[in-house]
């Protein structure tokens, strides 16, 4: 089991926060929650629940920085795309 964090670093404005945003996910839901809770992050933040393939929160550099530090594996938007295509595929054989 791991848990990944992309380089997407994509500048926005969320409520207050102006920040850089990259992707947390994991290979599943309580390691992905579980992790969160480490950060800081809620659970209720967390984004298309219930849709384990692409479940995920959104983070800041600052959050992203912590992550890495945490344990999270790095790896860039390729990689986490072919991550979730991986996981949308293994979705599909369970169902």
């Known amino acids: 089991m791991s848990v990944y964090v992309d380089n997407l ?3 926005a404005r969320v409520g ?3 920040a850089n945003w990259s992707h947390l996910t994991a290979d599943n839901t309580e390691e992905l929650l579980a ?3 480490k950060l800081g992050l809620r659970p209720s ?3 298309n629940p219930g849709h384990v393939w692409k479940e995920h929160f959104d983070v800041t550099d600052t959050k992203r920085d912590l ?3 945490l344990g999270a594996q ?3 938007m390729r990689e986490a795309s072919v991550l ?3 996981k949308r595929e293994a979705a599909k054989e369970v169902a």
Do not use: K, L, V
Request: no cysteine.
């Open 74 to 76: 790095e790896i860039t």
């Open 45 to 47: 933040w967390i984004q």
């Open 35 to 37: 992790f969160a809770q």
């Open 67 to 69: 992550a890495i530090r």
């Open 16 to 18: 207050r926060i102006q």
């Open 84 to 86: 979730w295509a991986a």
């Open 9 to 11: 670093r994509m500048p």
